[in-house]
């Protein structure tokens, strides 16, 4: 596609119920990136995957979150038990690969925990 | 020492004025210092970025200015119009994808 793509743009969830948000990275671009941005804060890592595979994951908060990128294009986040922490906007980005750094955003997927 | 920090917290700029962004870093490893510009709703959207070798680069009305010794950077947006008005992140990162971003920089730009 001509930018990445993230979709539900908004989610709200209860308090333990179990989410997953997808990302459409920009075509052919082999390296994809979660962050997280919080109210009034900048984004922060949560992973990486080069391909298919996640080659950094240190930014993830704890057990409860996962992601996925099975065939090298599409990632899906998954959050399990939901908290109100969680609130936050998801961001995904891409770039073509993992010497080229520079990173691409998308619209970001706005998860509200009740 | 993988803060990055930014300030001010938030601007308001006449239009046609000069809107400065300030950003200090710790870790002497990063080696990119991106711009990003994020709307209401949007992502955050890359607007210019400088590596250490130089000191200053501009692109139209936007210019960073880089000072190593220092372990600063900051934006400077000319001419400032209303259609600037934004959320501004610095971003430093030691040459991989682990973006260190600052906290942010709303600027409000009156017509």
């Known amino acids: 596609g001509a930018g990445v793509s993230q979709t539900p743009s908004n989610k709200v969830t209860e308090k333990g119920k179990y989410v997953e948000l997808r990302c459409d990275p920009i075509?052919?671009?082999?390296?994809l990136y979660w962050y997280r941005q919080s109210l009034g804060q900048g984004p922060e890592f949560l992973i990486y995957?080069?391909?298919?595979?996640?080659?950094?994951d240190s930014g993830l908060p704890n057990d409860r979150f996962f992601a996925v990128r099975p065939e090298g294009s599409v990632s899906t986040l998954k959050i399990q038990r939901t908290e109100r922490g969680d609130s936050a906007v998801y961001l995904c980005?891409?770039?073509?690969?993992?010497?080229?750094?520079?990173?691409?955003f998308g619209a970001g997927s706005r998860l509200t925990v009740l | 020492q993988q803060q990055v920090k930014q300030s001010p917290q938030s601007l308001i700029v006449q239009k046609g004025g000069i809107s400065i962004i300030n950003c200090a870093y710790e870790?002497?490893?990063?080696?990119?210092f991106p711009w990003y510009q994020q709307f209401p709703g949007k992502g955050p959207a890359l607007l210019i970025a400088?590596?250490?070798?130089?000191s200053e680069k501009k692109e139209g009305r936007f210019t960073i200015s880089f000072n190593k010794s220092a372990k600063q950077f900051s934006l400077h947006i000319m001419d400032s119009q209303p259609g600037d008005s934004a959320t501004y992140f610095c971003?430093?990162?030691?040459?991989?994808?682990?973006?260190?971003f600052g906290t942010g920089t709303r600027l409000k730009v009156l017509a």
């Open positions: 075509s052919g671009h082999t390296a």
């Open positions: 971003a430093a990162t030691p040459g991989t994808y682990k973006y260190i």
């Open positions: 980005a891409s770039s073509p690969n993992r010497d080229n750094n520079v990173l691409t």
């Open positions: 995957f080069q391909g298919t595979g996640a080659a950094d």
């Open positions: 400088i590596r250490p070798d130089v």
């Open positions: 870790n002497t490893a990063f080696d990119y």
